[in-house]
């Protein structure tokens, strides 16, 4: 799950909180593209066709909390439309931006 949310927030290792990238900054992305950013930059080797599990396991929380947004592109999308694309959420993608700050916890209300 927190790879999963890097991988949304656009984080690869190396990056600083502060690059986290949100849906405002049209950085968004499919479940198949979660799996290809976490094999690539996060040591994953998951398959292509595992994108089920991402949404419905790895992303599913981080929906619920509204950290993470679910098909932030086309909101009436259905699940297995193409065009669905999950993005952090500003708001919480800004309290994600002041990790290890002073600013953190007044960020967080």
Same mark, same amino acid.
């Given at each position: ?6 991988? /949304?927030?656009?984080?690869q ?5 502060? @690059?986290?990238r ?5 950085? !968004?992305?499919?479940?198949?593209? /979660? +799996?290809?950013?976490? $094999? ?6 998951? @398959? %292509?066709?595992?994108? %089920?599990? +991402?949404r !419905? ?7 619920? &909390?509204?950290?993470? +947004?679910?098909?932030? &592109?086309?909101? %009436?999308? $259905? ?5 669905? @694309? $999950?993005?952090?959420?500003?708001? @919480?993608?800004a ?15």
């Amino acid at each position: 799950m927190a790879k999963a949310l890097l991988a /949304v927030a656009g984080l690869q290792p190396g990056d600083t909180w502060k @690059a986290v990238r949100d849906n405002d900054s049209g950085h !968004r992305l499919s479940s198949r593209q /979660v +799996i290809r950013h976490m $094999n690539a930059h996060l040591g994953e080797d998951i @398959a %292509d066709s595992s994108y %089920d599990d +991402i949404r !419905r396991k790895d992303l599913a929380l981080p929906v619920a &909390a509204l950290v993470v +947004i679910k098909s932030s &592109a086309n909101p %009436d999308a $259905n699940t297995n439309d193409g065009t669905r @694309a $999950n993005a952090i959420e500003p708001l @919480a993608a800004a309290a994600m931006r002041e990790f290890g700050t002073h600013n953190w916890k007044s960020a967080l209300v």
